[in-house]
């Protein structure tokens, strides 16, 4: 083991000595050319610099690329807005021209307005119609007409007792006359009692005045037109079948019940001015 230790440190020892001589030698040696370690120097500078603009032109390629695709999709963003607003603009002439064209429209309207003035044309068309069907209504009689549909409906029996069975050459219609007078005398004697009640209101006051103020009847046409004997006579006739219900007639009940009078209630229709309404309500 000493032999071979020695052995090693005797290698060790002349290896280091001649690699000291060569260093030594290296450094007083002087070089004969002095440029080609710079220029090789050099080179590898500008090699390395060479690579490290190559990366960064691949950089400066890959965002101009980047950037170049943007701009192309800008570029067709930009197309389609130019699509919309040219559509949006000739909407918008199109807006106009008809806006004009409605404005044309109403200035021609306004001037055939106050030109024509249809709305006096109007007026004096419905004051015409109006009178033709005045005068259309007045000619056809239609109150008189409906004054004898509604006396042909009407049981006339409980106002026939003090007629009597008469046997002299009356004919029907002074037969009628008679019946409607005797209704009416017993209305007006009805209504001059109710009258004298303190506690009548106005409105009912004015419609048994108006009860009393009614004259007999002498035909069976204007007397009747303007439904008021109607009225009267429908009232007169409600009183009479309730009167004889009371009394018992058709039945035991009520034997020594009051009599019933004449109901302002039932002369309701009378507060209607016009005549042909109030034939319809006393309906």
Not at 171 to 193: G, K, P, S, V
Not at 251 to 278: F, I, Q, V
Request: charged share 30%.
């Amino acid at each position: 083991l000493q032999g071979w230790l020695f052995r090693f440190w005797v290698m060790t020892f002349n290896n280091r000595r001649f690699q000291i001589s060569k260093v030594a030698t290296s450094i007083i040696t002087t070089p004969q050319d002095l440029v080609t370690p710079f220029l090789s120097w050099r080179l590898w500078v500008s090699e390395m610099r060479l690579e490290r603009a190559k990366a960064e032109c691949d950089a400066k390629d890959r965002e101009a690329s980047a950037v170049a695709n943007r701009i192309t999709e800008v570029e067709i963003e930009n197309e389609e807005y130019q699509r919309k607003l040219q559509a949006s603009l000739d909407a918008t002439a199109a807006l106009k021209a008809k806006c004009v064209e409605e404005q044309n429209e109403h200035r021609r309207l306004q001037e055939l307005w106050d030109a024509t003035q249809p709305e006096l044309l109007l007026s004096v068309l419905t004051q015409a119609l109006d009178f033709v069907f005045s005068l259309v209504m007045r000619s056809a009689c239609l109150s008189r007409l409906l004054s004898r549909k509604l006396m042909c409906r009407k049981d006339p029996e409980p106002l026939l007792d003090e007629l009597g069975d008469d046997e002299d050459d009356s004919t029907a219609d002074e037969y009628l006359i008679r019946w409607l007078n005797l209704a009416l005398a017993r209305a007006r004697d009805q209504a001059n009692e109710l009258l004298s009640s303190p506690m009548l209101l106005s409105a009912s006051r004015a419609h048994l005045e108006m009860v009393t103020e009614q004259e007999d009847v002498n035909n069976l046409s204007e007397d009747l037109a303007d439904g008021v004997v109607l009225c009267v006579l429908f009232a007169m006739i409600q009183v009479e079948e309730a009167n004889r219900w009371i009394t018992g007639e058709n039945g035991a009940a009520g034997k020594h019940s009051a009599r019933r009078l004449l109901s302002e209630a039932d002369l309701w229709p009378l507060g209607e001015r016009d005549h042909e309404l109030r034939a319809e309500q006393v309906w």
